[in-house]
């Protein structure tokens, strides 16, 4: 699944071709996508001019006068600005067509993205519990150790939480506690004040690091200029099961926590 990473580079990747731009059509060729797309999306978005283009948490949100098109990836999703004569695909459910003859296509073959409508001044359900974003001020160690105080769950599947914080997935999670030195198992409730404060800089770090590399290279993963992302080669520890610790040479080891594989190096993860 696209993580936050890969979200910002999709959601910085289309915003200079739309915003300023006038939506003169919104086209669905499947509307079965994990929720369907409402039938009035066109009606609230045709003629309208694209104000900007913002991300919450996994969600990217395409503001127009009168609230904001929510648009999420899912598993296999890809936004892509094309031409208006390129000839959709299987997979290219909903096109949003603009008078500067782009467009700004949807392709989602497991068809677990969606394309929903939030009001402007109301707060839609799937954005209303959302945890603070891992980059703003709001995610600090005061606000992560409140969160961990009493807590016997392990501290991977707290911060992966996204009503503790926001698009904090498993790769970027498996990234920050090995370099904090934290297993990932350990209980979030016995992690001192002071090792949360290094976990807090290497999550914010490291999602830092992979948006300005323009996300992780997955197998379905392009940004929004078609182009894939080129943080995978930085990784220390997500997918290297097995492999040397790049500190301590041991064999990385493989867990399963929260149905989530998960890797992390005994000897240096305490």
């Given at each position: 699944?696209?993580?936050?990473?890969?979200?910002?580079?999709?959601?910085?990747?289309?915003?200079?071709?739309?915003?300023?731009?006038?939506?003169?059509?919104?086209?669905?060729?499947?509307?079965?996508?994990?929720?369907?797309?409402?039938?009035?999306?066109?009606?609230?978005?045709?003629?309208?001019?694209?104000?900007?283009?913002?991300?919450?948490?996994?969600?990217?949100?395409?503001?127009?006068?009168?609230?904001?098109?929510?648009?999420?990836?899912?598993?296999?999703?890809?936004?892509?600005?094309?031409?208006?004569?390129?000839?959709?695909?299987?997979?290219?459910?909903?096109?949003?067509?603009?008078?500067?003859?782009?467009?700004?296509?949807?392709?989602?073959?497991?068809?677990?993205?969606?394309?929903?409508?939030?009001?402007?001044?109301?707060?839609?359900?799937?954005?209303?519990?959302?945890?603070?974003?891992?980059?703003?001020?709001?995610?600090?160690?005061?606000?992560?150790?409140?969160?961990?105080?009493?807590?016997?769950?392990?501290?991977?599947?707290?911060?992966?939480?996204?009503?503790?914080?926001?698009?904090?997935?498993?790769?970027?999670?498996?990234?920050?506690?090995?370099?904090?030195g934290i297993d990932p198992r350990r209980s979030a409730g016995k992690i001192s004040k002071r090792?949360?404060?290094?976990?807090?800089?290497?999550?914010?770090?490291?999602?830092?690091?992979?948006?300005?590399?323009?996300?992780?290279?997955?197998?379905?993963?392009?940004?929004?200029?078609?182009?894939?992302?080129?943080?995978?080669?930085?990784?220390?520890?997500?997918?290297?099961?097995?492999?040397?610790?790049?500190?301590?040479?041991?064999?990385?080891?493989?867990?399963?926590?929260?149905?989530?594989?998960?890797?992390?190096?005994?000897?240096?993860?305490?």
């Open positions: 699944m696209p993580e936050l990473p890969e979200v910002e580079t999709t959601c910085r990747g289309i915003r200079p071709h739309i915003k300023g731009e006038r939506l003169i059509a919104l086209n669905v060729r499947n509307p079965n996508l994990r929720w369907p797309v409402p039938d009035f999306l066109a009606e609230k978005i045709e003629g309208k001019t694209v104000v900007d283009v913002v991300r919450r948490g996994k969600y990217i949100l395409v503001c127009v006068d009168g609230g904001q098109v929510m648009l999420h990836l899912g598993m296999s999703g890809s936004l892509r600005i094309v031409d208006k004569d390129k000839i959709p695909q299987k997979h290219d459910h909903v096109d949003f067509c603009f008078t500067n003859s782009q467009i700004l296509r949807l392709t989602d073959p497991r068809r677990f993205g969606s394309v929903l409508w939030q009001p402007e001044g109301e707060h839609h359900e799937l954005l209303y519990k959302l945890g603070p974003e891992p980059l703003s001020e709001a995610f600090n160690v005061d606000y992560l150790a409140s969160c961990c105080a009493g807590k016997k769950v392990a501290i991977k599947s707290l911060i992966m939480d996204s009503k503790v914080v926001v698009g904090v997935g498993n790769i970027y999670a498996t990234e920050a506690l090995f370099i904090s090792r949360l404060l290094i976990l807090v800089d290497e999550i914010k770090g490291v999602l830092a690091a992979a948006i300005q590399q323009g996300g992780t290279t997955l197998k379905d993963f392009v940004g929004g200029d078609g182009k894939p992302g080129y943080f995978q080669q930085k990784l220390h520890a997500y997918g290297r099961k097995g492999e040397p610790c790049v500190n301590c040479l041991a064999p990385l080891t493989e867990v399963r926590l929260g149905q989530r594989s998960t890797v992390f190096c005994k000897h240096c993860q305490t």
